[in-house]
């Protein structure tokens, strides 16, 4: 079995770096980046089913400026076999939309039996790109997955999506592109073999000409939506610190609850 | 112009959900120079009661049956049949919440029709060169504005970020019929599961108690749900709380659980790490109870009370009931 995961790099929520450069897009060098939460959480998923499979291969499929494999190396020490990079500088700037294209165009020149991808990303939590990928793939789209299990004989897959009241459970044959949550499963550590393994595993680059994607159609010049203006966030106010016993303690908290006309 | 198009989500009981509520409101308040027309679609296999919701904030709503979502996964389909509605009637702006199935609309909708997505919008004002969407990103460190570079395309609104209300006269519901084939994969729902708990929804609480680590197992998220229901509130937790097994992801709250926003936000024996802080900081008020002073939430807390959460848990239970009567 074959399963391409698409990993995003992003600014690392826990560096605090985060920030525009004055083109309004993400200023990378103060960013330091790592994989994505959630496409951790699918990429675990994949490589437990290829282990238990016994064959097979996860390919990392990454749309990203050209720095990126340095993140890549991380999810390809986590065990992935190989990856793709989509790489060109008519990228730059790209949306939702050109990432949606180009993921699906670098899909059509891989043959694989599922396509995983993280319900969302930290840095702008679109939650767009995978229905986007799958959409312009034609292929079944199973969402917010719970679980997924494929069935390599049958060649279908289930999901249990979560929803609002409970979970839906999906049944689609393969190929299909899934979408994954936290529900999937703690991701692993890369252990010191497979960090060191990572560092010879394949990274293969694509250019938008390789994927037969015009320049004009993405980046800059093809987004369709601007980042205008950007600030801080209004603080909030002083912390009141309280370090009476408890029942005085909570009698503070009751009246600031009254206060605030909670209670 | 064909003006702003709000899409009423249809809930598994039928009914309108609550965050296409509050889109539509905000629809009505960006077409307030009355230069544009709200209109309301609302697609599934029973649009009828979702559709007389939504024409009670929006004066048109287009409903559209489409049998399929019945029994197989909405998203996609309801994509389809929106695309071709928005390919005849060419809307300006459409506005979608940000809920996991406005995503997964938004996404393949955006996908078929090229149109650009303002994702997970808090606020969105009308301009002369179209709307203007505020977003909070990198975890709520930053505030942005986008537009869209033609004007046009597709908003999804963040769940709690406008009230809503309702216009005041009710609007009318026009059938429309579904167009031509549903080219994409339908994906079957083979059987619906009921959710790992009762535990009440975190997505729209006015009030959490949310417990971390520091709860220290299962049993002690007893005395959260005690204080969640004595003070009408659900029970949110950290991932930490989540991994441990002592509570479903249903409930957990940050980067890769839930985002909320609710009026008041007690954490029991949370750190505030940032990628839970991501899903909380917007709350109007947070306590937190901690015994450690130097925990990241002391800086973003209203109040911190330093001490053991099951002493000042057990003290503020019996303060509530108290008061309560
Ligand atoms: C990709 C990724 C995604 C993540 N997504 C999320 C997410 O969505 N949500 C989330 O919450 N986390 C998330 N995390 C994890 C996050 O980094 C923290 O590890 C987690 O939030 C910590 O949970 P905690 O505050 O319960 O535990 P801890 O950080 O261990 O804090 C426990 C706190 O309890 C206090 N305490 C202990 N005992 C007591 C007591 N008896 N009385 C009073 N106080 C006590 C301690 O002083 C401490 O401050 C994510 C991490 C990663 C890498
Ligand atoms: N540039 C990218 N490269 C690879 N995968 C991506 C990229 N952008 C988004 N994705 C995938 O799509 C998911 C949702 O992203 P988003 O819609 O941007 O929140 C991510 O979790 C990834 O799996």
């Known amino acids: ?263 | 112009m064909a003006g702003i198009w709000v899409h009423g989500e249809i809930a598994r009981d039928g009914s309108l959900t609550k965050l296409s509520t509050e889109a539509a409101t905000l629809a009505r308040s960006i077409a307030a120079d009355g230069a544009r027309e709200v209109t309301g679609v609302v697609i599934g296999a029973e649009p009828a009661a979702a559709a007389e919701a939504l024409a009670e904030f929006v004066p048109r709503v287009l409903a559209l049956t489409e049998p399929m979502t019945a029994d197989h996964a909405a998203g996609m389909i309801v994509a389809q049949r929106l695309a071709t509605l928005v390919a005849e009637r060419q809307p300006d702006v459409i506005l979608i919440g940000a809920g996991p199935e406005g995503r997964d609309l938004a996404g393949a909708l955006s996908a078929l029709t090229g149109l650009g997505v303002l994702a997970n919008a808090t606020a969105v004002r009308a301009t002369s060169d179209g709307p203007v969407a505020t977003h909070s990103v990198f975890g709520g460190k930053l505030i942005t504005e986008s537009a869209l570079v033609s004007g046009n395309g597709i908003i999804t609104v963040r769940p709690n970020s406008v009230t809503a209300e309702p216009a005041g006269t009710a609007g009318s519901v026009e059938v429309v019929a579904a167009a031509g084939d549903l080219a994409q994969p339908a994906v079957p729902i083979v059987e619906r599961l009921p959710a790992e708990s009762k535990a009440a929804s975190i997505d729209d609480a006015r009030i959490i108690v949310a417990g971390g680590r520091g709860v220290g197992g299962p049993e002690g998220f007893g005395l959260i749900s005690d204080l969640a229901a004595a003070l009408g509130g659900a029970v949110g937790a950290t991932r930490a709380a989540v991994d441990s097994g002592w509570i479903p992801y249903s409930q957990q709250i940050g980067q890769t659980g839930k985002i909320v926003k609710p009026q008041l936000y007690l954490a029991m024996g949370i750190s505030g790490a940032i990628q839970h802080k991501v899903g909380m900081q917007t709350a109007s008020t947070i306590v937190a109870v901690n015994r450690d002073p130097d925990a990241p939430i002391a800086d973003f807390a209203d109040m911190i009370v330093i001490g053991d959460l099951v002493e000042v848990g057990q003290a503020l239970l019996a303060e509530l009931r108290a008061r309560s009567g």
């Open chain 1, 1 to 263: 079995m074959r399963i391409v995961v698409l990993t995003k790099p992003v600014p690392d929520p826990a560096s605090g770096g985060e920030r525009l450069g004055p083109d309004g897009r993400l200023d990378r060098a103060n960013s330091p980046a790592v994989v994505n939460g959630n496409d951790e959480y699918v990429l675990e998923k994949a490589l437990k089913l290829i282990e238990a499979a016994g064959e097979g291969e996860v390919i990392l499929l990454t749309m990203a400026p050209a720095t990126a494999p340095e993140t890549m190396r991380k999810a390809l020490a986590m065990g992935a076999t190989r990856g793709v990079l989509v790489s060109d500088p008519a990228l730059a700037g790209s949306d939702t939309v050109a990432t949606a294209r180009v993921l699906a165009a670098a899909l059509s020149t891989l043959s694989f039996d599922l396509v995983f991808a993280g319900v969302d990303t930290s840095d702008g939590t679109a939650g767009v790109v995978a229905p986007g990928v799958a959409a312009l793939a034609g292929l079944p789209f199973l969402s917010y997955a719970a679980t997924i299990e494929p069935d390599a004989a049958a060649q279908t897959v289930r999901v249990r999506r979560i929803t609002a009241d409970g979970f839906e459970v999906l049944e689609a044959p393969m190929p299909a592109i899934i979408s994954g949550t936290q529900a999937l499963g703690e991701p692993r550590y890369p252990s010191l073999k497979g960090i060191m393994a990572a560092r010879s595993k394949e990274i293969t680059t694509l250019s938008l000409a390789d994927i037969g994607i015009e320049p004009s159609a993405v980046g800059v010049d093809g987004a369709t939506t601007k980042v205008t203006d950007w600030r801080a966030p209004a603080p909030r106010g002083a912390t009141e610190v309280v370090r009476e016993a408890p029942d005085e303690a909570a009698k503070r908290i009751v009246t600031l609850l009254a206060e605030r006309r909670i209670i």
